[in-house]
């Protein structure tokens, strides 16, 4: 059955709301961003916050249905939730608190506390436990395409990361861990059709490091230079996003020969290089020359939590190494991080900028005690997994312009834990022992969740099972950034002229093109439009009566529609030209021109 | 061309996320919040905020979908504007700040301030500003479907007054007047083609009295009992919102025959029953008996301007006539009233409860003077317009237990001006003279207006004419409650059982009940069903195995599909039943159910 509808849509340029412009906008960044302003298909209102002009809303649209079909095609029903939600729900699971600055908060008239959702976890929890009761009515897999809210603190590249957005958001419902299994495997067959009928290429990568235990959680990234994820692939296939990567552990190491740690003077080594430097100069090793890798780098950060709270954190990392605060804020999540400030250093003058060490840092540091009676440190200091117990380092000795060496963890030194904040770097090894990783950037398209029991818990959403025996519901969580996937497409679907959709998403199929100013070029390329759109074909027709050829064309290769009809000098020969928006251009005569066009329009679909 | 889609959509009752309730849910008081709650079209979230559940998603999809095609085809074009806006734009136009605490209002992490959209018309025109300059880019009209708020104060009957509701807004941009009206009257004629074919009652009624000028501004209800306007209408085709109607203006009566005013003590008459009896008995008329009419009531509200001031305002109607709480704040739009309180009358001791008249009010009572000099009545007076000069009255003497009489209008007192806020009865005489008008109630399905120039000149929406001038341009602003007409539908159509939807907004066209036991049911309904979707019918199929013929059929009638299929005991004589919603059943052969039904479908949409 052909893909096309009864009749298309025909959308004149005389008449149609869109604007081209000829220079980037000034606030713009990425080509996605740049375009899909250029090409009026969107306009900023507010900081990540955008108006949908009649062509992008076109797009948009296209984009939602190939999301719903699938939805529907894996049994996911279709309902809608409000934006504008009561605080309640979110207190109950922390959540209203932990969303921290991200959350657009108000208060309505009675001063009752509202939010604009970020995501439904809650509602969606609520909703099923309001009809719901028993294991027979699972599973359940519901839906929304919805718009959304989060308050970024740096909202960039358009609709790549905005402020007011549109989500696919679905929740799976079961009362087994198998039943969980088997609606994420549904869900991510679901994404993986949805992102090839988008035309997306899409990498699959773990988005949780194997430490959190068993729930699975994947991202589909489609790779790109401007994307905000990083993340590591393998030859042998292991893919993850760099927030979840696991370092291999070394073995620990031996160290009864160790020597006993001295402190040395090393004047004007502040930095880890000049510190190399006057080691190997200074105090050379046997064995090898020092390098960064021996040394041990202690990083200040001060950690806000949701609550406000804010607490000096201290990471220690090889020297050769720095800390990647995406992936440090990935594991103190939903806590924030940033580099310590001088007030932060002013309360704390044992830390001596340049020459942090251990010895001042977690257990061997000052302690507080709570009004619990249990202690902790007063500086938390947590390492890299590769600082295992007989490990020797120089490291800060606490003291300007000294530093110590051969000071070995587990010996001489242990810390609060360690964290997953160390920079990834190409080559390292995958923790599944397939090989070196290479890095790449990625757009994070989707989102596949087992979320487990924690919202059913916290909500109390439980069915009867086949005992009558009340047990907590399962979740999984599962999104879809739609505006985001749109952003994504016309980043990788354009060239220095303009955007360049595929078919099965772009605003109309052909553009038809009149140039010349006989009444005759416009007559002839006007029926050939309404031929199309009489087979279900969606074009834009430039019927614009006194604008150049060379404006017309510049417009139709920034507006992106796949394939272009040329109606002008060729009337004469009785052909028209036929041009893929990239490809070569052919000639057709004008009796075959919407027969033609019209299978290679189905071909395109197809 | 036949109605129905390339394949229908088969909703299986065994699996749809739906509940239906025999009780009636505790807070809704009309029958279509009932009705949609108790069948599981929608659910409360918080107070006048729903989610929608797959059945109610579908009719609203259904009614979205007939407002859009219409609205394309009077050549509006689709935008889609965000929900949360940034303050400006409606500073510019005073919203900000009119709109009062109706507007949710919120600030973001870097506490500039925002608002969630109660309508866009600042938006629209700052966007075609962006796009258009010149006469020549009109006229244009645009149109959304997009979700809207509003902080009511008293959000009600469910769907009908909610505060996150979804709204189709539209816009018209003309240089001219005649543009205007022409694109009024498009809009007129599209609405009246989207009623019809949601299969809507309704009534056009005038929203804006006469006395505002040339704009013109009408509005679609749907008649109902429960509907919140009162409308007015004549046999000869007047018909206006009651809050619209002006009263016609007697002559004004000659008084140089008129007794001076003379001061009664009137003992207990402070209500307008007592007052006219015991001046029947001790001062009466020789012509005829005194009654209400005769009576001037003069009554103090406390009223508050948009930016919080609070001034008392006194209203001055004939005795027979209530003040009409929604018509007087139609009059004082923007600003909100209220009947005045204890603490408003203590600040002013003139005011004798009972015994108010207009010799301490507006011209004739205390004057304040403004900064710049100005003066106006401490306590403002508003008449309505029958106190026309000459008029003789029977009022308050500012005195307890006294009453002044043949107090003459023009000659003893005058007033700050008039305000039409007396109640408007049935035998009224319309203004245009079409004779005595009857009341009834309606819901507010749409609403078109001739906005002119107003929001253009605000924000500067200039566009250069023939001759190369700049000139303003003139819009109009045209509103459907998409989420309230689905209300509407619902509250038109049900009876004791349950909804009854017409079938172009039905969530599906048939409703197959397979009732027994027997596998051969079920094989043959689901026959039928699968049949049916293969020919465009959407169903739902109630294949539930262990429920009761008896609650199968309340289901079917609670949720309200307007053809019902039973496939049971007729099966034995190879015969299925066929029932309307609404109708008498009949039976059909097995073998000729599908073909039949769906023609009927067919009937039924066409």
Do not use: C
Not at 151 to 164: H, K, S
Not at 429 to 452: C, K, N, T, W
């Amino acid at each position: 059955m052909s893909a096309l509808a009864r009749r298309g849509d025909l959308l004149r340029l005389s008449t149609l709301f869109v604007r081209t412009l000829r220079e980037d906008p000034a606030d713009a960044e990425v080509a996605s961003h740049k375009l899909l302003i250029r090409a009026g298909y969107i306009r900023r209102t507010a900081p990540g916050i955008y108006t949908w002009l009649p062509l992008g809303l076109r797009v948009l649209a296209k984009i939602e249905a190939i999301v719903r079909e699938e939805m529907q095609a894996i049994g996911a029903q279709e309902v809608h939730f409000p934006a504008l939600l009561p605080r309640e729900p979110y207190e109950a699971t922390g959540r209203w608190t932990e969303y921290g600055p991200n959350l657009f908060r108000l208060q309505d008239r009675k001063r009752a506390d509202y939010l604009l959702a970020p995501t439904h976890e809650e509602m969606f929890t609520l909703l099923v436990k309001d009809l719901y009761s028993s294991y027979k009515d699972l599973p359940l897999t519901l839906f929304q395409i919805q718009t959304k809210y989060r308050d970024e603190a740096r909202p960039r590249a358009g609709l790549i990361r905005g402020r007011e957005f549109v989500m696919k958001d679905s929740y799976s419902f079961d009362h087994t861990d198998a039943g969980l299994d088997a609606a994420y495997q549904r869900h991510r067959d679901a994404y993986e059709r949805i992102f090839t009928r988008l035309g997306l290429e899409y990498v699959i990568v773990s988005a949780m490091s194997g430490a959190m235990g068993g729930s699975r959680s994947e991202e589909f990234l489609s790779p790109s230079p401007i994307g905000e994820d990083t993340f590591v692939r393998t030859a042998g296939g292991y893919a993850a996003n760099v927030e979840a990567v696991v370092t291999p552990v070394p073995d620990a190491v031996a160290y009864d020969d160790a020597p006993a740690a001295h402190v040395e003077p090393t004047p004007d080594a502040g930095t880890i290089d000049a510190l190399v430097a006057l080691a190997n100069a200074n105090h050379p090793r046997p064995d090898r020359a020092w390098t960064a890798a021996d040394t041990l780098k202690n990083v200040v950060f001060a950690v806000t939590q949701p609550d406000g709270t804010r607490g000096l954190l201290v990471v220690g990392v090889p020297g050769d190494r720095e800390v990647d605060l995406k992936r440090l804020e990935a594991a103190l999540a939903p806590a924030e991080a940033e580099p310590a400030g001088d007030a932060d250093f002013a309360k704390h003058p044992e830390l001596v900028k340049g020459y942090i060490g251990p010895l001042v840092l977690g257990p061997q540091g000052a302690q507080v005690t709570a009004e619990d009676g249990t202690t902790s440190s007063a500086i938390r200091y947590l390492l890299d997994p590769r600082v295992v117990p007989g490990t020797r380092w120089i490291t800060g000795a606490n003291v300007a312009d000294h530093h110590v060496f051969d000071l070995v963890a587990g010996r001489d030194f242990a810390a609060d834990g360690t964290i997953e904040a160390a920079e990834v770097r190409a080559g390292d090894l995958a923790p599944d022992g397939s090989g070196p990783v290479e890095l790449a950037r990625g757009i994070e398209m989707g989102h596949i969740f087992q979320l487990g029991r924690k919202y059913a818990e916290a909500l109390g959403l439980k069915v009867l099972d086949e005992n009558g025996k009340a047990v907590t519901v399962t979740m999984g969580s599962y999104g879809i950034g739609v505006t985001r996937a749109l952003a994504a497409l016309a980043e990788a679907n354009h060239d220095e002229r303009g955007l360049a959709w595929p078919a099965q998403v772009a605003p109309a199929h052909v553009h038809v093109v009149a140039t010349g100013k006989g009444t005759e070029v416009f007559e002839a390329a006007a029926s050939i439009a309404e031929g199309l759109v009489a087979h279900g074909v969606e074009v834009v027709y430039d019927d614009r009566p006194k604008v150049s050829p060379g404006v017309k064309f510049a417009d139709a290769e920034l507006l992106g529609v796949p394939l272009l009809v040329v109606v002008g000098r060729g009337l004469a020969d009785g052909v028209v030209e036929v041009r893929p928006r990239a490809g070569e251009a052919e000639t057709l005569p004008v009796a075959d021109a919407v027969a033609a066009v019209t299978a290679r329009v189905e071909g395109l679909l197809a």
